[in-house]
């Protein structure tokens, strides 16, 4: 993110659910994903009740699970990744259950050696999770943390206090997918958020294509595309999956870098 700031340009992070549209296609998409462009990448973990997540992403979740997927599962892809891309950043982005599931200790052991960058828990909240932000530092991770419209700016302060690597501002109230972005309360909230947060603002929900995108863009540091995404590897055929995202995701990319200062 300090290597974008520096040219002037933004982030564009993807979401994918590990294991949809199925186990062995997740690697390869990841690929596709950064040969379009993507900056970092943020990899759902599969969990039966994503409370945070819209209908497309939760089918992806439900897809997932049916095939036997799990954290430990989508650990596993991450090494694999990484034997072919060792600079990419990955984040995982998931709920607290399947952690705490594992144990918090081997969690951050685990994600550490298979090539984690950081982890954003939908369901931990900061005033719950101090210790667990300060483990993932000290392991070289970054805990990112959500904050949402309905965000008071004690909570933003909280926030700023322990996050690392980037902020995810989801830009509507509701679930992944859902609503219509509003540019202009977007962009009121930003300066909010940067006076209390001195890591980068990334904005995801309602992101659906590169126009959206640039717009976005021009008031925050990075844009989180993940339900478009999914909804696309539900419509096209899977020999054409990974070729249809990278494709997406150049046209977002080459949008983006039309706001280069």
């Known amino acids: 993110m300090a290597a974008l700031a ?9 979401f994918i659910t590990a294991g949809d549209p199925s186990p062995g296609q997740t690697v390869a998409l990841m690929h596709a994903l950064v040969a379009g462009g993507a900056d ?9 009740d ?4 819209g209908p497309v992403i939760q089918r992806a979740s439900e897809r997932a699970l049916a ?6 599962g989508v650990l596993q892809f991450v090494s694999e990744f990484r034997t072919r891309d060792a600079n990419t950043p990955l984040v995982l982005m998931g709920y ?9 200790t081997q969690f951050i052991d685990s994600a550490k050696a298979a090539g984690i960058d950081g982890v954003l828990v939908v369901d931990y909240p900061p005033e719950e999770c101090e210790a667990f932000a300060t483990a993932m530092k000290a392991a070289d991770m970054d805990p990112i943390f959500l904050l949402a419209p309905t965000s008071t700016e004690e909570r933003i302060r909280s926030v700023g206090q322990i996050a690392s690597g980037y902020v995810y501002y ?10 219509a972005l509003d540019l202009d309360a977007v962009g ?7 006076r209390h947060v001195k890591v980068p603002v990334g904005v995801g929900f309602g992101i659906r294509d590169a126009a959206t995108a640039k717009a976005i863009g021009s008031v925050a540091d990075a844009v989180v595309i993940g339900s478009r995404i999914i909804q696309m590897l539900e419509e096209v055929a899977p020999e054409q999956a990974n070729a249809a995202v990278e494709q997406f995701i150049r046209g977002v990319r080459t949008a983006l870098d039309e706001l280069v200062a």
């Open 40 to 48: 970092i990448i943020e990899l759902g973990v599969p969990f039966s």
């Open 96 to 104: 607290a259950n399947p952690i705490e599931q594992m144990g918090l």
């Open 50 to 53: 994503p409370m945070a997540d």
């Open 6 to 14: 520096a040219q002037g340009k933004k982030g564009l992070i993807p």
């Open 170 to 179: 989801v830009s509507l109230k509701g679930v992944t997918g859902s609503g």
């Open 188 to 194: 009121a909230m930003i300066p909010v958020i940067k």
């Open 67 to 72: 095939q036997g997927m799990s954290l430990r």
